[in-house]
């Protein structure tokens, strides 16, 4: 059985930091991407974050690119979102995805929520 399993999520001020895990079981994840997402209140999932199996490439939403970096586990079956400068509009919760490829993302974790405060 496929489980994704996300930890990190919590309230942080505005400005702050925050670094979610998400580890994977079930199956081989060192020959898939990995990724996160996140959906707020009231709105569509959108993508944030995306790596490679092998780690060498990376690829970010605009709307964090500059402030969030995506790495993988020396496992690969591990990765991680690092979070900082973070602002009120990125609360919402945050998915760890993976699969052949980002569109075509194939398992999903439960979610963790991350609150940003003013």
């Known amino acids: 059985q496929v489980q994704l399993e996300e930890s990190g999520g919590g309230l942080v001020q505005a400005g702050g930091s925050l670094r979610l895990s998400c580890a994977a079981s079930?199956?081989?994840?060192?020959?898939?991407?990995m990724g996160w997402y996140r959906q707020a209140p009231g709105r569509l999932r959108e993508f944030v974050a995306a790596?490679?199996?092998?780690?060498?490439?990376?690829h970010y939403a605009d709307s964090v690119k500059g402030r969030f970096t995506i790495s993988r586990g020396n496992a690969k079956n591990t990765v991680f979102l690092q979070m900082n400068s973070l602002k009120l509009e990125d609360t919402a919760t945050y998915y760890c995805?993976?699969?052949?490829?980002?569109?075509?993302?194939?398992?999903w974790g439960q979610g963790t929520l991350v609150t940003v405060s003013s």
């Open positions: 995805a993976a699969g052949p490829a980002t569109s075509s993302m194939d398992a």
């Open positions: 079930g199956r081989t994840f060192n020959t898939y991407v």
């Open positions: 790596i490679s199996a092998s780690g060498s490439l990376t």
